[in-house]
Structures are given as structure tokens and as C-alpha cells.
């Protein structure tokens, strides 16, 4: 009921918002097409540099339909009003970019509007691409263009009114969009500065690790960065709220934006895999440096020590008092135990120091066990098989409030099982 009442105040808000914005907002005029530019008018530099750009804002792995070709666009993005197809965004010219002008590039990354003149839905986050300085979009655009031709028409995005109306975006981003690049904090030092900048514009860390208000727009302010939701799964916060026991510290943060792993904290299983796979592993160090000083500086204080909360949860496994205890025995010690044992292929993560066991929301823990890690950020992580077919949702609750309680020290999940039943109907399973 409460769901349904507040996204009947988002409409009632966006259409008068729609009614405002045809007042205030003239039509954008169309920037006039070219024919697709000269490969040989990009330097091999620029179109290198634009390459790890590209790979930083994860372009590939929401223009790329499962199966197409890369940025070919047409793939599926579900979203509370309806589903959003991404665009091809290689240089084909007539259902790609090709006929776009460096202009008509920058002003979709900067305002978010397409060479015709039309608004795009901020599934495309381009309130976070609009931070990018001139310099970067250069060389994007020069990558880009030098890119293999696709053609390909993906499916037309038809969301419900008044969505469907293009043109409404225009008073969204009167409200919520701030275009345009952000000037350095001159309190901060410069490899601050560049961490800031790297996460605020291409890296577009907010899109998944920030809340969002009721028109689905990012929270700013203290808000930023405390935790989000990203297909399914929780994007823990990265600020001061942060749920690690251990603080993360430079070091363990730059690892992990490398390699999907930290000793202290554990792997990267759900979205935050791709984003590692197909983009911070391929950012120089001194980049990552940046970025990982830039976190670090938001960090909680805590004096939590990995090996003790590793030894206490050691202990708590050898003793086998409840069904929780034996479930982890028989399922999942064989792998994450800290004592030596058989040396399978892959980490070791020790679950006493994950982030999931410590924050409000089981989901990612559920997916986890349901569904395993078939595809690690990085191959010498190993993979992880699934439990769907192995555990009834009520072992895997008993299993995980047990974590959760004996592990972790924190009051159990209320409703587990219900929750593990929800999401084991809702999402697909491993092949
Ligand atoms: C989180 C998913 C996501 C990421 C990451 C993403 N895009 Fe997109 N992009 C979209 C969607 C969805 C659309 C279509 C929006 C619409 O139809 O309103 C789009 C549209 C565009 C368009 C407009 C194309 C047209 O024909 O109208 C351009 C240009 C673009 N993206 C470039 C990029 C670049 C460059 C990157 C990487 C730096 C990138 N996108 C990363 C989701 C994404
Ligand atoms: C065959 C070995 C194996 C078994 C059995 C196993 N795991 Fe894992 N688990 C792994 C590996 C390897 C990883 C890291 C995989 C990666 O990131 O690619 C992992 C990762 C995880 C993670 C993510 C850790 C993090 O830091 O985010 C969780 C949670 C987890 N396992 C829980 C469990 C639970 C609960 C069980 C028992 C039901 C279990 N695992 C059984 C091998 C195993
Ligand atoms: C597509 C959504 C998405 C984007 C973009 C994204 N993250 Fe994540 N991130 C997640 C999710 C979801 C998790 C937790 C579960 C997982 O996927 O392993 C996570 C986990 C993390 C963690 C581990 C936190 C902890 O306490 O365990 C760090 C650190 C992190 N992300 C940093 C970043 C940074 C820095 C950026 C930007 C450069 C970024 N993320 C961009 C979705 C995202």
C-alpha cells in the first residue's frame, strides 16, 4: 500500500514537474549529423587513453546486449516505469553514434540529450558522466569512433505515461542535475582531488552506492555514497556508514579495486564483479591510489582486528551446538576455514569479515549461497558453487542467522526465511 501511495505522489509530482517544464523549457535543437569521422584524424595516445576511459565508466557492460556485439546496445534495464534499452553506441551511422559530432557527444555525456534534441532517462548516468572534463570526453569520443561499426536497431524503450514523455526529463534535470565539471576542493591534495574526480565522473560509483530519493534521483550531501541498491543486490556505503568491522585502510582498498579481493574484507561478488573485471583492473596504480585514498578518507574509525574476529569465529565453528553450526560444518568449511586444510584453487574469504554478515539487508549473503560465484572479478579468485538445489530456504536462513549472530554479534535477520523463499523465486539460478 505505502509503495503504491508514494509512486502515485512521484507521478502527481512529475506531471506537474511536466507542466512546468514545457513553460520553462524550449525544445533542444538537433545537432546537424556528419558523416562518421576519419579514423586517421584520432592520435593512436588519445584513442589509448580513451580506451581505459571507456572501461572506467563501464560502457561496455550496459551497451552490450548478452550475446551482441560490444556496444551494440539493445540491453534490457528494468526500472519501477518500464524497461530501458540501451543504446548502440558504436560508430555505425545510421543506428549508432557515427553521425554524431564531438558536440553531440558531449552534450549526451554533459545534459544528457541525444544528437536529435531528445532527453535520455538517467538509467544512463550521465549526472555522473557530466563531472568528465573536455580533455576525457576528447578522447572517449576518439575511441569510440575507432571502434568497429555495428548495425543494429535495438528495441524501442516504451515506458508508461506520463515517462513515455521525453521531454518531462527536462524538468528532472532542472531539479536534480548539476552539469557540467566540479572544481577541484582546495582544502584537499590533488591525488584527493583525483580519486574525487575519477568516482564522481566516469567512475560513477553514486549510480549503485548511493541512496535515491522518490524520482529516483541520487541523495547528495551526507547521503552520498551511504548505501545503495544495484540489480538486486546492496551496494554497502562507502562513507562514515560504512559496514566493514575493519576499517578498510589504503592498502586493502587499492587490492581490492584490482582485484576483486581483500584479505580483511573479502571478494567482490555481484555487481561490483564487472565493474572490477571490465574497468578499475584496467586503471593504472596510480589512479586506484587515488581512488583509494579518496575512500579511505571517509572511513569509520574502528578498532575491530581482522585475525581476532578470524580466530573468534574459528573457535565459534568448532563447536557444533546448533543446527546453524552444523550446517556451516557440513557446507561451507571446507572452503572458508582459516585453519589449513586441503588447498582448493582460489581465496579463502573468512566470512567473520564480510561486509554483507554486518548490514540491514541479507540479499547478497541469499544470492551467494543460492547461486555461487560462477564468474569471479578476477580468475585466481576461484569460483564458488551454489546451494539452490542443496539447501531448503529454511537450512540456508538457519545457516545464515547463525553467521549473522555467532560470526558477526549482531541481532538476527527478522522474516529469513521468507526472504531466502523471495529471492531464490525471483532470481534465475546458475546455468
Ligand atoms: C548503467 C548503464 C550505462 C552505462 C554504465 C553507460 N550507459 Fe550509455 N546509455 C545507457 C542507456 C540505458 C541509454 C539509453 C537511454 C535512453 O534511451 O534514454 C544510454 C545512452 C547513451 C548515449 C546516447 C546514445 C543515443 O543514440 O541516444 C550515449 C552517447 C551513451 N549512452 C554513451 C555512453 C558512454 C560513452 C558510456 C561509458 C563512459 C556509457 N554510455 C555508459 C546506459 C548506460
Ligand atoms: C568449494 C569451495 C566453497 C564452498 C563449499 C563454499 N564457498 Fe563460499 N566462496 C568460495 C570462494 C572460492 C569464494 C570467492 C569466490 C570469488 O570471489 O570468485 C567464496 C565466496 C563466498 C562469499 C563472498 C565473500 C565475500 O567476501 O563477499 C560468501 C558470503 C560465501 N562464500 C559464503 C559461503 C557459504 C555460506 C557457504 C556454505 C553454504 C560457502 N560459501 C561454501 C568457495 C566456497
Ligand atoms: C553497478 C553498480 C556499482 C558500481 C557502479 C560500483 N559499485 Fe561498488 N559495489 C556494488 C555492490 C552491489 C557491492 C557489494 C556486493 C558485490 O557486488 O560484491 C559493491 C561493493 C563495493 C565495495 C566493498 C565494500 C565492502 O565493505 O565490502 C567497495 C570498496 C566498492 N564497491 C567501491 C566502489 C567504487 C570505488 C566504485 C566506483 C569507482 C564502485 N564501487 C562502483 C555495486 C557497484
Known amino acids: 500500500m505505502i509503495r503504491k501511495y508514494k509512486w502515485l505522489r512521484v507521478s502527481g509530482g512529475i506531471v506537474l514537474a511536466l507542466a512546468v517544464a514545457a513553460a520553462l523549457f524550449s525544445l533542444q535543437p ?81 545534459y544528457g540529450i541525444d544528437r536529435h ?52 526529463m527536462a524538468a528532472w534535470n532542472w531539479l536534480f542535475l548539476q552539469p557540467g565539471e566540479r572544481a577541484p576542493d582546495p582544502n584537499q591534495s590533488a591525488i584527493w582531488n583525483r580519486g574525487a574526480y575519477l568516482a564522481g565522473g566516469l567512475g560513477h560509483c553514486s549510480a549503485c552506492h548511493s541512496p535515491r530519493n522518490l524520482a529516483a534521483a541520487e541523495k547528495h550531501g551526507s547521503d552520498a555514497l551511504s548505501g545503495g541498491i544495484a540489480e538486486g543486490w546492496t551496494a554497502p556505503a562507502l562513507n562514515g556508514h560504512s559496514p566493514a568491522p575493519v576499517a578498510w585502510d589504503q592498502t586493502q582498498l587499492q587490492h581490492y579495486l584490482r582485484t576483486g579481493y581483500s584479505r580483511e574484507h573479502g571478494v567482490a561478488a555481484g555487481p561490483m564483479g564487472p565493474v572490477i573485471a571490465g574497468g578499475l583492473s584496467q586503471q593504472s596504480d596510480e589512479d586506484l591510489e587515488a581512488l583509494a585514498h579518496w575512500l579511505v578518507s571517509f572511513q569509520p574509525a574502528t578498532t575491530a582486528q581482522a585475525d581476532e574476529l578470524t580466530a573468534r569465529a574459528e573457535q565459534r565453528s568448532q563447536r557444533l551446538d546448533s543446527a546453524g553450526a552444523r550446517q556451516y560444518s557440513g557446507s561451507c568449511m571446507v572452503c572458508h576455514s582459516q585453519q589449513k586444510g586441503p588447498q582448493l584453487l582460489g581465496v579463502r574469504p573468512s566470512l567473520a569479515l564480510n561486509s554483507n554478515l554486518y548490514t540491514d539487508t541479507p540479499d547478497n549473503l541469499i544470492r551467494i549461497v543460492l547461486d555461487g560465484i560462477s564468474h569471479p572479478a578476477t580468475a585466481n579468485l576461484g569460483t564458488m558453487p551454489g546451494f ?13 542467522n547463525w553467521l549473522r549472530t555467532d560470526f558477526a554479534g549482531q541481532a538476527p535477520w527478522t522474516d529469513l526465511e521468507n526472504k531466502v523463499a523471495d529471492i531464490r523465486q525471483n532470481s534465475h539460478g546458475a546455468e
Request: one cysteine or more; aromatic letters at 10%; a neutral charge.
Open 388 to 400: 539452490r538445489h542443496q539447501l531448503s530456504d529454511r537450512q540456508i536462513a538457519t545457516l545464515l
Open 30 to 110: 538537433e545537432i546537424a549529423p556528419i558523416s562518421p569521422p576519419d579514423a586517421a584524424q584520432f592520435s593512436a595516445d588519445s584513442i589509448n587513453r580513451g580506451k581505459k576511459l571507456a572501461a572506467l565508466g563501464d560502457c561496455s557492460a550496459c551497451h552490450t546486449r548478452p550475446g551482441g556485439m560490444t556496444n551494440s546496445g539493445g540491453l534490457a534495464m528494468d526500472t519501477p516505469f518500464g524497461t530501458i534499452y540501451s543504446s548502440n553506441i558504436t560508430p555505425d551511422a545510421t543506428s549508432g553514434i557515427g553521425s554524431w559530432s564531438y558536440p553531440a557527444f558531449r552534450r549526451a555525456m554533459r
Open 117 to 168: 534534441g531528445h532527453y535520455l532517462y538517467p538509467a544512463f548516468p550521465y549526472t555522473s558522466f557530466t563531472q568528465t572534463s573536455n580533455d576525457d570526453l576528447q578522447d572517449l569520443y576518439a575511441f569510440l569512433m575507432t571502434q568497429p561499426a555495428v548495425s543494429y536497431r535495438p528495441p524501442e524503450t516504451r515506458l508508461s505515461f506520463p515517462f513515455s514523455i521525453r521531454q518531462g
